[in-house]
Every structure is written in structure tokens, then in C-alpha cells.
């Protein structure tokens, strides 16, 4: 089974994102709201996903927080944000993310986002 990890700070969406993970058949390993923590938790656990937001509680962005996270591991991300600025995308490409998704997305293009990464199709 495929491990998820869900960085989401507003909670229904975080809700909402671990319904669709789990409802696909993966397991959600954590859902958590500050960059700082997705970092411990990416050390502790074996993630095959991360889907991350930009805007976080805490001291670091989603960004930041994948930029540590890519010191290592090269664990697939999927940015799922309302930040649309291309300057926050530019600065995401460094991560080498799998898909860039600006809310609202549609629960088809997230799932199908998700089977992509995972190479599940």
C-alpha cells in the first residue's frame, strides 16, 4: 500500500484531501498543518507522496519545507495551493515537483495527478 502524506493547514481541506487519498486506496501516514513538521515526518516515515500547500502555519512554507525535505529524499510532490504567482511556481520547479495544482481543482484532475505520480493507471 501506498503511503500519503497531506500538508494541508486549512483542516476541511485537509479532511477532504485524506477522504480522496483513502478513498483511492492509499493510506494517509499524516496530515499536517506546518511545514516544520512535514520535514520530521518525511525523516521518520517511508512516504511515496507528498501533497503539499504552499501557505503553512509555522516558520516555513510548503516550499521551504520541501526544499529541506529534498536534502534526503526525492519523494514525489504534488503542490496542491491557491498561490497562482509565477514566482512561487518558479521557485516550487526547484523542488522537481510532479504536478503544480492551483485550488480549486476538480476531484478528477486531482486523482488523476495522484495515480501519475504514483505511476498507478
Do not use: C, H, W
Amino acid at each position: 500500500m501506498k503511503n500519503v502524506l497531506i500538508v494541508e493547514d486549512e483542516f476541511l481541506l485537509a479532511m477532504l484531501n485524506q477522504q480522496i487519498v483513502e478513498n483511492m486506496g492509499f493510506s494517509v501516514t499524516d496530515s499536517l498543518a506546518r511545514g516544520e513538521d512535514a520535514v520530521e515526518a518525511a525523516k521518520e516515515n517511508n512516504i511515496d507522496l507528498i501533497i503539499m500547500d504552499i501557505f503553512l502555519a509555522g516558520e516555513i512554507d510548503g516550499i521551504s519545507a520541501m526544499e529541506e525535505i529534498r536534502r534526503f529524499s526525492n519523494v514525489p510532490v504534488i503542490y496542491l495551493t491557491g498561490n497562482s504567482n509565477p514566482s512561487a511556481k518558479a521557485r516550487a520547479k526547484k523542488t522537481n515537483y510532479s504536478y503544480f495544482l492551483v485550488k480549486p481543482v476538480e476531484p478528477r484532475i486531482f486523482k488523476n495527478a495522484i495515480k501519475k505520480t504514483l505511476m498507478i493507471v
